[in-house]
């Protein structure tokens, strides 16, 4: 299938239109720099993937803001390479693609499997491996990405312009740092510490949040920075949201998710 690119396309949101990646249009279409794509000419969508739909008009659940404080920009790094795993990762304890449906229903049997070896590579990063705190993470996932549905926040995201408490001081940084990943990593200062973490420059690549690579490792990092093991473990799952959300949006869709992982798991 050809998608003849148009003024404004970019390819986060091609991949979502057309049920794929970012890293798999880039790769069938031999782009080297994710960002730049060029209005008029041709863009290949790689064959298994989804074929495009109705979308809705409004932004799932779990699109809210992130605090986050400011740290010194260390030495730069690159955007780093878009990478996948084609074996399951981790240390042997995470989740199966049956059980991961199982908390997921609505993911495909396709996206599951592509998504479930970087699931489990970042949970083995954060440290999540006991049930409580697997049941947590992938419950707050499913909630705030529509059970993996979205990798990037349908708004413009121009509400988050000229937040400060989120680092967006420069004009565009609404737009530029929106939502993205499966936990919607948000605000300057986020994509500025999350990088400086996972050793990619998020702060000038911030679509690379985009990408299953990346996304998942953002949100362990997210997970582990706010110190929500130890709120999952003792089964304080209502501050583990609130420290997500930043209130309580959401908190019954977010526990339906969490008691039927509890159950699976």
Same mark, same amino acid.
């Given at each position: 299938?050809?998608?003849?690119?148009?003024?404004?396309?970019?390819?986060?949101? *091609? +991949?979502?239109?057309?049920?794929?990646?970012?890293?798999?249009?880039?790769?069938?279409?031999?782009?080297?720099?994710?960002?730049?794509?060029?209005?008029?000419?041709?863009? &290949?969508?790689?064959?298994?993937?989804?074929?495009?739909?109705?979308?809705?008009?409004?932004?799932?659940?779990?699109?809210?803001?992130?605090?986050?404080?400011?740290?010194?920009?260390?030495?730069?790094?690159?955007?780093?390479?878009? #990478?996948?795993? /084609?074996?399951? +990762?981790?240390?042997?304890?995470?989740?199966?693609?049956?059980?991961?449906?199982?908390?997921?229903?609505?993911?495909?049997?396709?996206?599951?499997?592509?998504?479930?070896?970087?699931?489990?590579?970042?949970?083995?990063?954060?440290?999540? #491996? &006991?049930?409580?705190?697997?049941?947590?993470?992938?419950?707050?996932?499913?909630?705030?990405?529509?059970?993996?549905?979205?990798?990037?926040?349908?708004?413009?995201?121009?509400?988050?312009?000229?937040?400060?408490? *989120?680092?967006?001081?420069?004009?565009?940084?609404?737009?530029?740092?929106?939502?993205?990943?499966?936990?919607?990593?948000?605000?300057?200062?986020?994509?500025?510490?999350?990088?400086?973490?996972?050793?990619?420059?998020?702060?000038?690549?911030?679509?690379?949040?985009?990408?299953?690579?990346?996304?998942?490792? #953002?949100?362990?990092?997210?997970?582990?920075?706010?110190?929500?093991?130890? *709120?999952?473990?003792?089964?304080?799952?209502?501050?583990?949201?609130?420290?997500?959300?930043?209130?309580?949006?959401?908190?019954?869709?977010?526990?339906?998710?969490?008691?039927?992982?509890? /159950?699976? *798991?």
């Amino acid at each position: 299938m050809v998608h003849n690119i148009r003024r404004g396309d970019t390819l986060s949101a *091609l +991949a979502q239109k057309y049920g794929t990646s970012v890293s798999a249009l880039a790769k069938a279409n031999h782009i080297k720099n994710p960002d730049l794509i060029i209005a008029g000419r041709k863009l &290949t969508i790689p064959d298994g993937f989804d074929r495009p739909g109705s979308r809705p008009s409004t932004t799932p659940p779990g699109m809210s803001n992130r605090p986050g404080s400011s740290t010194r920009p260390s030495s730069p790094t690159q955007a780093g390479p878009v #990478t996948g795993p /084609s074996a399951p +990762a981790g240390d042997g304890k995470g989740v199966s693609v049956d059980q991961l449906r199982r908390i997921m229903p609505n993911l495909s049997q396709q996206k599951a499997e592509q998504y479930l070896p970087h699931i489990n590579r970042a949970m083995s990063e954060a440290g999540i #491996t &006991t049930k409580n705190q697997k049941a947590a993470f992938l419950a707050q996932l499913a909630h705030e990405s529509g059970q993996l549905r979205y990798m990037e926040e349908i708004a413009s995201g121009s509400a988050y312009e000229g937040r400060r408490d *989120l680092g967006n001081t420069q004009p565009g940084d609404g737009t530029r740092f929106k939502g993205r990943g499966p936990i919607q990593l948000t605000g300057r200062n986020n994509y500025r510490a999350a990088g400086q973490a996972l050793g990619i420059d998020l702060e000038n690549n911030p679509r690379r949040a985009a990408d299953p690579d990346v996304g998942f490792r #953002t949100a362990a990092w997210f997970w582990k920075s706010r110190g929500l093991n130890s *709120l999952a473990e003792a089964g304080n799952f209502r501050e583990v949201t609130r420290r997500i959300n930043g209130g309580y949006n959401g908190l019954s869709d977010r526990q339906q998710y969490y008691n039927r992982a509890l /159950s699976v *798991l």
